[in-house]
């Protein structure tokens, strides 16, 4: 079999990976997810390996789906991808027609397209009933009629009206499957478990919708797993499966039971707020499923033993690392460069709110003013001046007019924001270099600066005032600003600012071992560092050292064979090919490294980019 799941890094989606992973490992399994902030950004389900893929990607775009589907032979399809969020259905609908309407719709097209599939199983949900009648005796079958009563339900509805349909118009063969209230380890913390819980954990009161006396009925993942890989090895095309559970309880009694579990000698009267109602909210769904337990499914966890092992989970687990998040808001300086774009892009997929800041950051009152106007969370500055008219790089600034625009743009600016922060408590990241030391008898091949090191190289303008404005950062305002230190940043995307498109461009290349930074696998790192609070002077190298030539002779062994270039010693760079030094150095990566440890070393990102990126 060779499985496609969209959204695989979700919390049932997620569940579901890493038992195909676990149990099946012959099965190929490729993920292709948007990565919302709901998304789990664990590295096991983010990077592929083995026999699992992961693609970052949106169902509604119906071309990368075909090319999924064509590139990876991919013979079964599992649809988790959806808005699933009910409250946040009621202030953002369109979202989830956008999502889960087109986004099926999309999905189906490609299917249809590519005639290959022989199972796509569509996740759907137990909303699309609506609620049970007061009073009812009879629980919603597979042919009830669906008459949904939110947003999200109604969009989950039409995904499903459109699969129909194409089970009908296409013969395309597809699995509908609709399912109570999953729980367990990895859920968002918007949804009722894992909200209770850590309102309990943080010590804060639970908070309770309304009356807080509707009834859901609760299935634990590991049961929904095995629900979903009995349609999909069992299930009949055009049928749909109900996946019930018998755990049925008042979400006021859930409240009791997780205090019970986690503070047994609490009183519930005393830990509970109740809050407005959302605009409706169902008092019950009530479903059976007789279909599926034809099939063989029956259900082995009991409530209990679901919330103790979800509960015992959300204790160990890092929030702000295993997801991404939505309640940072940034405020940005120097958004229009390279780099800051790049790091937008990265922030932006991460749920962030971004800011682009409007005034200029030598201004200190306009810059308070427009701080006291956003009220960001953090502040980040990616201003620094390397280039300018008739310059590529740092030569620029060493003309005899460009000593105040270098102060001015590497000084003062990057430090009146960080006074600023500091005065309001505002965590800052900082977008510095590492190109202010240069080897001394100390550091000698692989033996680095490290963050505590003093700059020691003053070849140029641009390194000189650059090493004083990261002294400043670290002795003055380590305990607001993250102090990042990059260096011949390299990205996958290619630009003038690239330095594998400059040392492409060059005809002689002093080769000399040093630290450099490649932008895909630091600037996702250096968003969660942000998330994380990380604080004081970080290194952002990858791990290692490589030489000019190395590169070179990759790019000529992989994309251009005629590629020809002189080696010179850095003194003839310097005497005649250059107004300023060179930075020549090792960074220590031990901090970095430990914070996130999964970062590849130099070499091999590298050789990555030079395999699958054209430049």
Not at 99 to 125: M, P, Q
Not at 309 to 334: F, K, P
Request: proline share 4%; aromatic share 10%; net charge neutral.
């Amino acid at each position: 079999m060779r499985l496609l799941v969209t959204g695989g890094c979700g919390f049932i989606g997620s569940g579901f990976c890493r038992r195909i992973i676990k149990q099946y490992p012959h099965i190929t399994l490729v993920n292709v997810d948007k990565m919302y902030p709901c998304s789990t950004q664990s590295t096991d389900l983010t990077k592929s390996h083995d026999n699992y893929t992961f693609v970052k990607g949106d169902i509604s775009d119906t071309s990368l789906m075909i090319k999924v589907i064509q590139s990876y032979h991919i013979d079964t399809i599992v649809n988790f991808a959806a808005q699933s969020h009910v409250d946040t259905s009621f202030t953002n609908p369109m979202a989830y027609t956008q999502d889960n309407v087109f986004g099926t719709h999309s999905l189906l097209e490609a299917v249809r397209i590519t005639g290959t599939i022989k199972k796509i199983v569509h996740i759907s949900t137990d909303e699309v009933y609506g609620e049970n009648e007061d009073n009812s005796s009879h629980a919603f079958t597979e042919t009830s009629l669906l008459k949904p009563t939110n947003p999200y339900a109604a969009s989950k509805a039409s995904a499903e009206m459109f699969v129909h349909s194409y089970i009908h118009s296409y013969n395309i063969p597809a699995v509908i499957i609709r399912s109570n209230n999953v729980y367990g380890p990895g859920q968002y913390h918007e949804k009722v478990v894992p909200k209770f819980i850590f309102q309990i954990m943080d010590g804060k009161k639970i908070t309770l919708q309304g009356s807080g006396r509707q009834l859901r009925s609760f299935l634990f993942l590991e049961d929904a797993v095995d629900a979903i890989l009995c349609v999909m090895f069992q299930g009949t095309v055009g049928s749909v499966y109900n996946i019930s559970s018998v755990n049925e309880i008042s979400i006021c009694d859930l409240a009791s039971k997780l205090l019970g579990i986690m503070k047994p000698y609490e009183l519930l009267d005393t830990n509970i707020q109740y809050i407005e109602d959302r605009n409706f909210n169902d008092k019950r769904y009530w479903i059976e499923s007789e279909p599926l337990a034809k099939l063989g499914w029956v259900p082995r966890w009991s409530l209990d033993d679901g919330m103790k092992t979800t509960i015992e989970w959300y204790r160990s687990v890092d929030r702000n690392s295993y997801w991404s998040t939505t309640n940072h808001t940034a405020l940005v300086w120097g958004s229009k460069g390279w780099i800051g774009g790049l790091f937008q892009e990265v922030l932006r997929e991460r749920g962030w709110n971004l800011i682009e800041a409007e005034s200029r950051a030598d201004n200190r009152n306009e810059v308070i003013a427009e701080i006291n106007k956003h009220n960001p969370t953090h502040v980040v500055c990616l201003i620094g001046r390397t280039h300018g008219h008739g310059y590529s790089t740092i030569d620029y600034l060493e003309q005899k007019d460009k000593l105040v625009e270098n102060i001015n743009d590497n000084l003062y600016a990057p430090l009146v924001l960080a006074s600023v922060c500091k005065s309001k408590k505002i965590h800052m990241m900082y977008m510095g270099t590492g190109c202010i030391f240069e080897y001394d008898s100390e550091h000698q091949g692989s033996t680095g600066f490290t963050e505590t090191n003093v700059p020691n190289f003053f070849g140029s303008s641009y390194s000189t005032v650059k090493g004083f404005t990261d002294r400043l950062m670290n002795e003055e305002y380590s305990d607001t600003v993250l102090n990042v230190r990059i260096r011949m940043p390299i990205s996958s995307k290619d630009s003038p600012r690239n330095f594998i498109r400059k040392i492409i461009s060059y005809k002689n290349i002093c080769s000399i071992p040093n630290s450099m930074t490649v932008l895909d696998d630091i600037l996702p790192v250096l968003a969660q560092a942000l998330e994380n609070g990380v604080k004081g002077t970080l290194n952002a190298t990858n791990p290692g050292v490589i030489d000019h030539s190395t590169i070179l002779n990759w790019y000529k062994e992989l994309q251009n064979p005629n590629h020809t270039w002189t080696e010179i010693t850095n003194d003839t760079l310097v005497s005649t090919l250059v107004k300023g030094s060179r930075s020549n150095n090792c960074l220590d990566t031990t901090r970095i490294a430990s914070l996130f440890p999964t970062i590849p070393t130099i070499a091999e990102s590298v050789r990555r980019i030079m395999e699958h990126s054209k430049f």
